[in-house]
């Protein structure tokens, strides 16, 4: 039976932008300051879970909600499903949007919004993909679950309980990265390193970012001036943004204080060359100032082991794989005052090392007094061998919608649902040579290639089920 699946996503394209829009128009990302115990990332990642499966109700799918967490959508039914994983959560909106973040925007055939490339566009695009094999009751031998996670940008909470839960199956893909298929990710892992605080200094406060994942874009430190200390600090500052046309900042006094604010760029800590990392440059200029002690251990460090250097050569930890790359470094998370001085630094690291060396290497690096632990949850690398059926049948169903015949199976540096299955990978939904906007200001995606992306999951979900 020969389909054409483009044609079938075409007649389906309005609603598909209809569902896309109600479910971008919800702010999913995690809330946990305002958790209940029915909504326990905050009410936002529950209502997005809950209008999702609620798309899958009205279509007739078997779908179940696991407390608010996690869902799953199920299409035919086997002892053999495929995982397509994909989540609801966003990242936080940010500074630096030229629309409202979370009032879906069409422009120039592109859809602004944020979760529009992460993951709410292709996590809708796959759902539409069961959705166009059931409607057509094509035959098939074995099944597919859909399944949603809620906490995907920060702790894989909402995953992580569905594994609890659920039986989780063994193979299939996560609708999270690129084309055209992803193999193999690098592991991660974050470290919060502590350095000594200082009182009565001339930093009240500095502080960046929003999430361990996001390159920091703006950067503020509010100084305290009682010696007059600080006199030329506009011009200086002025002079500092001159010779770095890639960052823009401004200074503002009040009576004795002074606030620097400091703007760069934002984007996803996979790829912190892509960014301009604020807090490094804002540290590097807080260095001409007359510190004392423990503010010049921290901003010292910030600017001569961080600026610049996403592959933590300062830090001796510059490793390369052969198969799996460079190991890069992102500083995306500042914190001093008088009562903290933290900074989180995320790390994403090919086969080769692991937690316990990446501890010993970064520690060994650190000034006196400083300490550096892991954060969280560490990522192990993930790697599927090429040859395998699963991204051999991936590679075709892309293939099959493309005149790309040259790309091949490569490794990234960003962690998806993928690396949870035994035989998992990343698969679309950006297309070779696409701009990047995951976690960014102003995120989009070009809606014709969000209805090919359509057309290539149907496909590739197909192969493997029928």
Known sequence: MSIDWEKEVSHRSDELLNDLSELLSIDSSRDVEHKTKDFPLGPGPAKALQTFLHFAERDGFVNKNVDNLAGRIELGDSDEPIAILSHVDVVPEGPGWDTDAFSPTVKDGNLYGRGTSDDKGPGLAAYYAMKIIKELKLPISKSAHLILGTDEESDWVGMNHYMEKEKMPETGFSPDAEFPVINGEKGIVSFNIKFPTGGNGLVE???????????????????SDNDGKLDDLANDFHEFLNEHDEITGETNKSGNSY????????????EPFNGVNAATYLAKFLTSLPLQAAEKTYFEFITDNLLLDHYGKALGLQHNDEVMGDLTISPDIFAFNSDEANLLLNIRYPKGDDGDSLTEKVNAHLPAGVSAAIEGHNQAPHFVDANDPLVQSLMEAYRAHTDDETSQ????????YGRILKNGVAFGVLFPGDENVMHQANEYINLDKLFKATAIYADAIYRLIK
């Open 409 to 416: 199976p490569y490794t990234v540096g960003g962690g998806t």
């Open 205 to 223: 406060k500095f502080e960046s970012g929003l999430r361990a994942n996001m390159v920091p874009q703006h950067a503020e430190a509010t100084l």
């Open 259 to 270: 606030t620097i604010k400091v703007v760069g760029k934002g984007s996803h800590a996979m």
